[in-house]
């Protein structure tokens, strides 16, 4: 069984470093698994909420191949959509959780975001409703390029938003990395409102997985871990999060200070 590498606290987030993605992805679902699997020993159901996005996938995978997991007993939530994009458009985090996750676990209930709404603020409030019914147990996290969880880019992200789930403008830099990804043909393409779910809304979160490998992630790995926290690289606030973990890949820890030096020092 792959384990971390390197394990250290930036404050109080947990860091570790893997070799590789794959030998992440499979670390990470096994500790997810017996987390769920230990709370459905205490409590009749658990409450997730899950991210899309590459970084997912390998994880989502080897989670679902584990098995071990009584998902009927599991209510899932996502944690962002784009506005006025369909349950069938081909970047839609709905279809991308739906066919990834929904249609291979069956789970109790999967609440989605309903992109293509035309009352937006109504949806919010009813998300927030769905949201709040239940403690979230488990929270999954993708990093963006500029630092954003979920769609809460540096523009609108608020450490202590009132909101849970919200309606947001997307920054270039956000709008880009859906085009350099594979997710939309051009940046025009691409929807500049979604709604997300709030940054104290994931952060109430039990247990927080934050996965963010991949070299594209290298600087914004350090901006997170070395920077100041600040709404600027709103991951940033994991380091505020005792019940989260940042999981890497040596490519994303890259610029990290040496190993030598201790990775987690700033001297
Ligand atoms: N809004 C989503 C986030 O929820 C996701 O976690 C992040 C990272 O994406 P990726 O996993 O592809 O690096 O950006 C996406 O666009």
Request: hydrophobic share 40%; charged share 20%.
């Amino acid at each position: 069984m792959p384990v971390a590498t390197q394990s250290f606290r930036v404050d109080d987030l947990l860091v570790q470093i893997y070799n590789s993605e794959a030998e992440m992805a499979q670390d990470v679902a096994k500790i997810a698994q017996q987390y769920l699997q230990q709370l459905l020993q205490q409590q009749d159901t658990v409450a997730v909420l899950l991210a899309t996005g590459n970084s997912q996938l390998k994880f989502l995978d080897a989670l679902i191949a584990l098995g071990g997991i009584d998902w009927s007993r599991t209510t899932l939530f996502h944690l962002d959509e784009y506005l006025g994009i369909t349950a069938d458009h081909a970047a839609s985090f709905r279809r991308y959780l739906r066919e990834r996750v929904e249609q291979r676990v069956f789970p109790k209930e999967f609440y989605y975001i309903e992109g293509d709404t035309l009352e937006p603020i109504a949806e919010c409030d009813r998300y927030t409703k769905l949201l709040q019914a239940q403690p979230i147990d488990l929270c999954c996290l993708g990093v963006g390029e500029n630092g954003h969880l979920a769609f809460n880019d540096p523009a609108v992200a608020n450490f202590q938003d009132p909101a849970k789930v919200k309606l947001v403008k997307l920054d270039k830099v956000n709008r880009l990395q859906q085009v350099n990804t594979g997710q939309f043909p051009n940046l025009e393409a691409v929807p500049q409102y979604a709604f997300t779910v709030t940054i104290p809304m994931i952060c109430a979160a039990k247990k927080i997985i934050c996965l963010a490998p991949d070299t594209r992630k290298a600087k914004i790995v350090k901006e997170i871990l070395h920077g100041s926290i600040t709404t600027n690289c709103p991951a940033s606030i994991l380091r505020k999060q005792p019940q989260a973990t940042l999981c890497l890949d040596v490519n994303s820890a890259n610029l990290l200070y040496s190993r030598e030096q201790g990775i987690g020092n700033r001297e």
